[in-house]
């Protein structure tokens, strides 16, 4: 029985078992046939129309300058879907889907296709009772930002009037610089009020990612050892084996720094080094991201302590794979880093003296994406030396990345006689603990961007203050020859070096 005056919160609150579907809507994206798009956009909406999660009243639309009608886009959705869908294929779900799909065509600078998408998605209103509701995915290259943007205020597209809502999701990168992020962001917000403005870091609709903030928030286990009282290091790796493919337009000039250490990992870095937020709420969550972005420091010893490499022919899986410079495309003097490592402080009571290690690259040897926790050791063994030399520190492991699931290393007792201590490891694998497979990052993006929650989407101010931080690695590095690593090693000796030099050394996943 509730105490007299006690009104339980839970009580009215809706049950979140229940998965919510969003408004009627329409969902427009430009750049439908880009890479992007075919091989996650398109395969995402079908998987959430296998899962029910897509409104009734629905509509997808595509934009792009091919000379194409509604039947030639519903035929790439439905190839792309095939080949790139987490959920089984279903005749049923496909058919309604593919009654939804529009396609207009057209540039960016042309008026009269931005008038006819603007009268589309009126006619869907009666059509398809879409409500006005629509949410517009700028899958295009930055440089068309402004044209685009500009059309969609010109022919009031992203006004949505009294009818109902209008949303832009922009993908990354968000600019090439602090400056650059900062016109754009004033672009976008000068068209879209800011809570209209969905950026995509699809690292946020990784189920392994939100997880770490369930593992630290959940729990009692971890929070009170999550500081520089208890931790000694954190290592955070994003390695990828394959090559920049067919991308050399929009990687070379750019680099693995701003490619990934801006965005996927600087936010990786902030939800593990964040204090805890009042509430999982979008704007309680990315006021404590935003504060301690804020709080990272460079070392003042960026030759000791950052290190850009580009890799070389050399072989993976027993394959021959060829060097950057060899890729197509790829101007044969380029000095674009394939490989970045940086240590970086973050300057709060929490992490004071921490370092973390931030490291990505392709063509490393494998797939791997993991935040590893290292903690100090026992300040007393009351064991023998020699029984404990096989005894390492304790360490925490998120695997965002295959393997999805956290390791726990700590000494345990060999069995015999004597008092020998040896590392252990204890797993969760999600793939074991859940029978539910896992969405994918995008199926779960765009699903809170049509639902209009922005909590796993970094706002302008995230942005801004990552850029902070990458712009004097950027301006060290200028002019610099980046160090050259064979593909399928672990990335350029300097690296190594580095952690060497805190008499530490990378984790070999
Ligand atoms: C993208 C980068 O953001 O992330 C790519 O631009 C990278 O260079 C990709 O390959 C990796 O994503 P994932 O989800 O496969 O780890």
């Avoid at 580009?310 to 060899?326: K, T």
């Avoid at 590392?423 to 699903?447: H, K, Q």
């Avoid at 064979?486 to 350029?492: K, Y």
């Amino acid at each position: 029985m509730a105490a007299a005056g006690y009104t339980n919160p839970l009580r009215d609150a809706r049950d979140r078992r229940i998965p919510r579907v969003p408004d009627p809507c329409a969902l427009v994206v430009f750049g439908v046939t880009g890479d992007l798009a075919r091989k996650k956009l398109l395969p995402a909406v079908y998987d959430l129309a296998n899962r029910g999660l897509l409104p009734p009243g629905f509509a997808l639309l595509g934009f792009s300058r091919r000379d194409w009608g509604d039947a030639d886009f519903s035929q790439l959705a439905m190839e792309s879907a095939q080949k790139g869908a987490r959920t089984p294929w279903r005749d049923g779900v496909w058919e309604r889907l593919a009654a939804s799909i529009r396609f207009v065509p057209g540039a960016f600078d042309d008026d009269e296709a931005f008038d006819t998408l603007q009268q589309t998605l009126i006619e869907l209103e009666d059509s398809h009772g879409i409500h006005g509701n629509a949410a517009f995915y700028l899958s295009i290259p930055p440089p068309a930002f402004p044209t685009v943007l500009k059309q969609m205020q010109r022919t009031g597209l992203a006004d949505s009037g009294d009818r109902g809502w209008r949303r832009v999701v922009v993908e990354k990168p968000f600019g090439h610089d602090l400056a650059s992020s900062r016109d754009l962001n004033q672009l976008v917000d000068s068209v879209f009020t800011a809570d209209d403005v969905f950026r995509i870091d699809h690292y946020l609709g990784k189920e392994t990612v939100q997880n770490l903030l369930a593992m630290r928030f959940a729990n009692t286990l971890f929070e009170p050892i999550w500081n520089a009282n208890f931790v000694d290091s954190v290592q955070i790796t994003m390695a990828e084996d394959v090559g920049i493919g067919s991308r050399a337009g929009f990687y070379d000039g750019a680099g693995a720094a701003r490619d990934v250490l801006q965005n996927h990992l600087l936010q990786l870095l902030a939800l593990t080094a964040m204090e805890e937020p009042v509430s999982f709420d979008a704007d309680s969550l990315r006021i404590e991201k935003v504060k301690v972005l804020g709080a990272i420091s460079l070392p003042s010893d960026l030759h000791a302590y950052a290190v850009r490499g580009q890799y070389e022919a050399g072989w993976l899986a027993g394959e021959r794979a060829i060097g950057y410079l060899e890729e197509s495309d790829v101007p044969a003097d380029s000095t674009t880093e394939t490989y970045a490592a940086v240590r970086l402080g973050v300057e709060t009571r929490r992490w004071g003296g921490v370092p973390f290690y931030l490291r990505t690259g392709k063509r490393l040897p494998r797939r791997v994406t993991e935040i590893a926790v290292t903690f100090k050791r026992a300040p007393h063994l009351p064991f023998p030396v020699t029984d404990t030399q096989e005894l390492g520190r304790n360490q925490l492991v998120v695997r965002v990345q295959p393997d999805e699931g956290v390791t726990m290393r700590f000494g345990s007792k060999v069995p015999g006689t004597a008092m020998e201590v040896r590392d252990v490891s204890m797993d969760f694998l999600y793939g074991e603990a859940f029978t539910e497979s896992s969405p994918e990052a995008y199926e779960r993006l765009i699903l809170d961007v049509l639902l209009g929650d922005a909590t796993l989407f970094p706002r302008n101010l995230e942005v801004e203050a990552s850029w902070r931080v990458l712009d004097p690695l950027e301006a060290f590095w200028v002019g610099s020859q980046p160090e050259r690593y064979r593909a399928g090693t672990w990335g350029p000796a300097g690296s190594d070096a580095m952690l060497r030099r805190d008499g530490r050394a990378w984790r070999r996943p």
